[in-house]
């Protein structure tokens, strides 16, 4: 989980206080040698549950955290925050991280970096504007339109990802990966694209980190970013040791991209996950972790159809872009068993793609 505190504007280095704002599930099988990773979109209307799985109240996933932070600190945060997130998606979350901004920029440049893709393709929804130049908000800095920026909200942030033409592999910083994963006011795509960007930095973070060839230089580089990031996973030497065995685990990366229904209930704005969308959710992750899949979904969870009691106009499946050794890539449909469809002009326009919208035809 991403925490929105670690910097002085957010309540100080310090606290653990915060939204999780970030919310990404990650399962790494050393069977079938993939890892498979899926954000939860922070707005999607859900049942709160509390530590031993009772429902607290119905709200914003990312309430489930500081409701859990309020009745019994970190500890409880995490639990709210797992039961109500592993809920959703069928899963019993038992690990976890945390890690808060300070984090986030001392990660990547602890590890000299990482590479990303901007993907705007030179498209700037906040001013408007497809090609050309823009200004940096902010500032007078003139750049190519489709720079990746949060200086329009917080001027404090002067670090922006550049967009390229051809949409090339770039190295970026902390700060830079900070803001990369952070905006999504200039995105088509808004929270959900800044989702496939967080998943793209944890991808790319999980690459360099395994790539270490030491248990010494694990240790090391844990230490140094310790007052940054939380788990429940000692740091010792057998669990070092078992990490570096996962390494064969990032040959295969699946990504999982999902869009809910918007809707608005009580002035707020939520996020509801039509019933099929959660079951395709459920069965990817449940056969990433060498589960069973489901054809029906624990009463407790909330859907569109549940909530509003009728089915809604018109929705995506999920998708899932599966990269090999870092530079293959192909995009599949998700069906409601958790299964890879091949894309075609047949059926393309029935999946999302991380831009939002239907995926383009192969």
Request: aromatic share 8%; with cysteine.
């Amino acid at each position: 989980m991403g925490v929105d505190t670690g910097d002085n504007s957010r309540g100080g280095a310090d606290s653990w206080n915060g939204n999780s704002d970030s919310q990404i599930i990650l399962t790494l099988n050393p069977r079938t040698k993939t890892t498979t990773i899926i954000s939860v979109e922070r707005d999607t209307m859900t049942n709160i549950e509390d530590s031993s799985g009772k429902i607290q109240s119905t709200q914003k996933m990312n309430a489930a955290y500081p409701l859990g932070f309020n009745n019994g600190g970190l500890s409880s945060a995490v639990t709210y925050a797992m039961k109500t997130i592993g809920n959703q998606v069928g899963l019993n979350l038992n690990n976890f991280m945390i890690v808060n901004m300070d984090g986030l920029v001392n990660l990547v440049n602890d590890v000299g970096g990482v590479e990303v893709v901007n993907d705007t393709n030179g498209s700037d929804v906040y001013q408007g504007t497809d090609s050309g130049k823009i200004t940096l908000p902010g500032s007078d800095k003139i750049v190519d339109s489709g720079a990746i920026y949060i200086s329009n909200t917080e001027p404090e942030y002067k670090a922006y990802v550049p967009y390229l033409s051809g949409n090339p592999k770039q190295l970026i910083n902390g700060e830079q990966a900070l803001v990369f994963a952070r905006d999504r006011d200039t995105l088509a795509n808004g929270n959900y694209g800044r989702a496939a960007h967080q998943r793209e930095v944890m991808t790319e973070l999980m690459n360099k980190m395994l790539s270490l060839n030491s248990v010494f230089k694990y240790q090391s580089f844990l230490n140094d970013i310790s007052s940054d990031f939380k788990t429940n996973i000692s740091i010792n030497l057998a669990n070092l040791t078992a990490l570096m065995a996962y390494k064969d685990c990032l040959n295969k990366v699946v990504s999982v991209q999902y869009q809910g229904v918007s809707q608005m209930v009580d002035g707020g704005s939520y996020e509801f996950i039509p019933e099929n969308v959660d079951l395709a959710i459920q069965n990817i992750m449940r056969q990433a972790n060498d589960e069973s899949v489901t054809d029906k979904l624990d009463q407790s969870v909330i859907t569109y159809e549940n909530y509003f009691g009728s089915q809604t106009d018109q929705y995506y499946m999920p998708s899932a872009t599966v990269t090999i050794k870092g530079e293959k890539s192909e995009t599949y449909g998700v069906d409601t068993k958790g299964s890879l469809v091949k894309i075609n002009k047949e059926n393309a326009q029935d999946y999302v793609s991380s831009q939002g919208g239907a995926l383009a035809a192969n």
